[in-house]
């Protein structure tokens, strides 16, 4: 396919006739066309496409398309179907009444252009530069950010699951590729092991019947791999996807012991959840948890304007595996934000957003305020409201010592690591803790002296001045409209299936994530174009009536 860009022609008088007639009252997608334009240019996409062959679909009508499936929860067929029978769609598009459209599979190509150039962000990059032509949008003011679980598309597998649906997937997959190859290789009990998929309670129930079980697989795969590297075992075999997941999953399952193939037991090193692979679908796909909700997937990261009198648009997606903690993805939305010319101000977050060094660096590097709480002092002293804590002592940085309440300075300030954080730690003398009258009310009935651990001195006048600012009603005032990034994520699960990837991979879902973001943004800047402003966050008749009565 190649590419000769065009600009966007006008819609054919035929169909805005017919269009009108069909909507006297109008229509979102009409509204869209009229009031934004055609959004896309085939300029944008011209990278992603040769100068040579058969023609092309105009990509800015695939971008469109690609978005309204989104924003309805179309398949791709839905989607084509719509484009040939739908006047609002050919009114968008500009397409004639009777133009034919397209076959569905030109949307699953055009989304493997935009993942394999990694130019999904076009989509949503688009939609911005609408946003700030109409003065919706820009640099400073107010963002927020929250994120929530994605769920693969692949079925979540237990550890027993997974290892005997990755050796019956390479079976399915080497019975297509080399069908005769793999029947001189082929052991008499592999048909009816695996000619079904592994379910949980369809696995032997007693504990030796499911080691047996389990023992029987790895000795299979590990068969299966010997034959894969043999000399005589063409090279190519041995690259396919399928056989390179098998030896993946094998080396993280299992060992060699004496020449045995052993299961893995929790002593034997499995690999964490980050780098676990739970499908042999989805090498990407991780075992998460975040309080009581676990899940198989990702996670989606979403930022969104929250300035007033503006519309509430989303400037940057983050899509990590479900394991990756949210403060690992706050300096890549700041890097976004700064990509895009879009930095606010101000950045309202969740604590888990939230470090002290992220507090600096958000500062240092891109001048931003980074709004939150503050991680609490986690000292007994500071637990007990005795004592004294952190705060009560006073730290000269330039004589490196620490003076505590009663004018004792202390004997050793070291610079070290915590993980990877640089930090302070600090002792005092045990003859002078010893001696001292408040001894019970510092280091505690068994210490014999006081040792503390802190940060670096920007983080720790960072640390100090939010654990201050939280205390004020401007902050408590400020952090409340943090809030309100979770009706975004409730629209994006509720009307635009968010929490749930159609492809499989990473790239794939962080496309779906972005081309989610790009629609919910249009639909919001089409309705606030026509004057629907965002409604009030509803309430009952019995919390109007208490607040009422408390408010007299």
């Given at each position: 396919m190649c590419l000769h860009p065009a600009a966007p022609l006008p819609v054919p008088d035929e169909t805005v006739k017919v269009a009108r007639q069909a909507f006297p009252r109008g229509n979102l997608l009409l509204s869209l066309?009229?009031?934004?334009?055609?959004?896309?240019?085939?300029?944008?996409?011209?990278?992603?496409?040769?100068?040579?062959?058969?023609?092309?679909?105009?990509?800015?009508?695939?971008?469109?398309?690609?978005?309204?499936?989104?924003?309805?929860?179309?398949?791709?067929?839905?989607?084509a179907d719509a484009v040939r029978g739908r006047i609002d769609w050919k009114y968008l598009l500009g397409l004639s009444l009777t133009n034919p459209g397209f076959d569905s599979s030109v949307l699953s190509e055009f989304r493997t252009r935009l993942v394999a150039g990694a130019a999904e962000t076009l989509l949503l990059d688009a939609v911005l530069e609408i946003a700030a032509a109409h003065q919706l949008l820009k640099a400073g003011g107010r963002q927020r950010t929250d994120a929530t679980h994605v769920l693969a598309a692949a079925r979540a597998l237990n550890r027993l699951e997974c290892v005997h649906e990755t050796l019956r997937h390479t079976l399915e997959v080497l019975a297509l590729a080399a069908p005769e190859w793999l029947l001189s290789q082929v052991l008499p009990h592999w048909a009816e092991a695996y000619e079904a998929r592994a379910f949980d309670d369809r696995l032997p129930r007693s504990a030796a019947k499911r080691a047996a079980w389990v023992q029987q697989i790895g000795e299979d795969g590990h068969h299966l791999l010997a034959t894969l590297a043999a000399a005589a075992t063409p090279e190519w075999l041995r690259h396919l996807p399928a056989a390179e997941m098998l030896r993946r999953v094998w080396v993280q399952q299992f060992y060699l012991a004496d020449g045995q193939v052993r299961w893995r037991s929790e002593r034997d090193e499995i690999p964490p959840a980050a780098r676990l692979i739970n499908s042999p679908y989805d090498a990407d796909v991780r075992y998460a948890c975040k309080r009581s909700t676990t899940w198989i997937g990702y996670k989606v990261h979403l930022s969104e304007t929250c300035d007033e009198e503006?519309?509430?648009?989303?400037?940057?997606?983050?899509?990590?595996?479900?394991?990756?903690?949210?403060?690992?993805?706050?300096?890549?939305?700041?890097?976004?934000?700064?990509?895009?010319?879009?930095?606010?101000?101000?950045?309202?977050?969740?604590?888990?957003?939230?470090?002290?060094?992220?507090?600096?660096?958000?500062?240092?590097?891109?001048?931003?305020?980074?709004?939150?709480?503050?991680?609490?002092?986690?000292?007994?002293?500071a637990k007990a409201g005795k004592g004294f804590a952190m705060d009560a002592f006073t730290i000269d940085w330039d004589a490196q010592h620490v003076t505590c309440p009663m004018g004792v300075h202390s004997s050793s300030w070291s610079p070290a690591t915590d993980g990877r954080t640089p930090v302070v730690k600090v002792k005092f003398s045990a003859t002078d803790c010893q001696a001292c009258p408040h001894r019970s009310d510092c280091v505690?009935?068994?210490?014999?002296?006081?040792?503390?651990?802190?940060?670096?001195?920007?983080?720790?006048?960072?640390?100090?001045?939010?654990?201050?600012?939280?205390?004020?009603?401007?902050f408590r005032s400020l952090y409340a409209l943090r809030a309100g990034v979770e009706g975004t994520i409730s629209q994006g699960v509720r009307a635009f299936d968010l929490r749930r990837s159609r492809y499989f991979g990473q790239a794939k879902t962080h496309l779906q994530?972005?081309?989610?973001?790009?629609?919910?943004?249009l639909v919001r800047l089409v309705h606030w174009i026509l004057g629907d402003t965002p409604a009030r966050t509803r309430r009952s008749h019995f919390s109007r009536l208490v607040r009422a009565q408390a408010a007299s």
């Open positions: 066309r009229d009031k934004l334009g055609p959004v896309f240019d085939d300029d944008r996409f011209a990278s992603l496409f040769p100068s040579k062959g058969q023609p092309a679909e105009a990509p800015w009508r695939l971008a469109l398309v690609t978005l309204l499936q989104f924003a309805e929860g179309l398949s791709d067929r839905g989607a503006r519309p509430r648009i989303i400037t940057a997606v983050q899509t990590t595996a479900g394991p990756v903690a949210d403060s690992d993805v706050t300096a890549p939305i700041h890097t976004a934000f700064a990509d895009k010319g879009l930095l606010p101000a101000q950045h309202i977050v969740d604590t888990g957003y939230l470090s002290a060094g992220q507090r600096v660096q958000a500062q240092h590097d891109f001048g931003l305020d980074l709004v939150g709480p503050a991680r609490i002092d986690s000292s007994w002293q505690g009935p068994t210490a014999t002296r006081r040792i503390m651990t802190f940060k670096t001195r920007d983080e720790y006048i960072a640390l100090q001045a939010a654990r201050q600012r939280q205390t004020t009603p401007e994530h972005v081309a989610t973001a790009a629609a919910m943004n």
